[in-house]
T-cell receptor
């Protein structure tokens, strides 16, 4: 079975600090997809990124960057120069390429950015 | 705005009652997924429909059922409600039938069972 662990339940940072949200996953399959979603206070889940297991290249999108390391089964998310609008719950998720496997979410990390 | 709509936004009901949650997917999306988000269980997949057919099933209770209609909207029926069913219920949609396709989430329906 697949499992996603987000060990950090809550993180609080001061605006403009960098922050990294950790995600560790477990699967025996070699082909899988990893996701990050953001859930702002409004409640809606917003897609941030999808990465497949064949692509270990790190990705940067503005102030967001993701570090995928198969060797440590981690898919960490870094926000550079955090802003108050980044305050949200962030979820890491995993699904397999094969079969009808559902998206498995971690418990989420609540990020509070203080002005 | 993801393009996925859910109604109602809030629902308050009593134990033992039955409710129906409705979801309209993004235009062109054939898959609809239902998720339950609660404090103790986190975000859990319930069920997926693809073009009217059940595609995958997760931790969905027997008291819960869903369907997808020819116009692709979906309904999640919750019956014999218990206090523990209080949660945020999300619907998501995607173009393809596989869960690795990008899923677009609706705003959710917050169900409170008193």
């Amino acid at each position: 079975a697949q499992k996603v662990t987000q060990a950090q339940t809550e993180i609080s940072v001061v605006e403009k600090e960098d922050v990294t949200l950790d995600c560790v996953y477990e699967t025996r399959d070699t082909t899988y997809y990893l996701f990050w979603y953001k859930q702002p206070p409004s409640g809606e889940l917003v897609f941030l990124i999808r990465r497949n297991s064949f692509d270990e290249q790190n990705e940067i999108s503005g102030r967001y960057s993701w570090n995928f390391q198969k060797s440590t089964s981690s898919f960490n998310f870094t926000i550079t120069a955090s802003q108050v609008v980044d305050s949200a719950v962030y979820f890491c998720a995993l699904t397999l390429y094969s079969g009808n496997t559902p998206l498995v979410f971690g418990k989420g990390t609540r990020l509070s950015v203080i002005a | 705005d993801s393009g996925v709509t859910q109604t109602p936004k809030h629902l308050i009901t009593a134990t033992g009652q039955r409710v129906t949650l409705r979801c309209s997917p993004r235009s062109g999306d054939l898959s609809v997924y239902w998720y339950q988000q609660s404090l103790d269980q986190g975000l859990q997949f319930l069920i997926q429909y693809y073009n009217g057919e059940e595609r995958a099933k997760g931790n969905i209770l027997e008291r819960f059922s869903a369907q997808q209609f020819p116009d692709l909207h979906s309904e999640l029926n919750l019956s014999s409600l218990e206090l523990g069913d209080s949660a945020l219920y999300f619907c998501a949609s995607s173009a393809g039938q596989n869960s690795y396709n990008e899923q677009f989430f609706g705003p959710g329906t917050r169900l409170t069972v008193l």
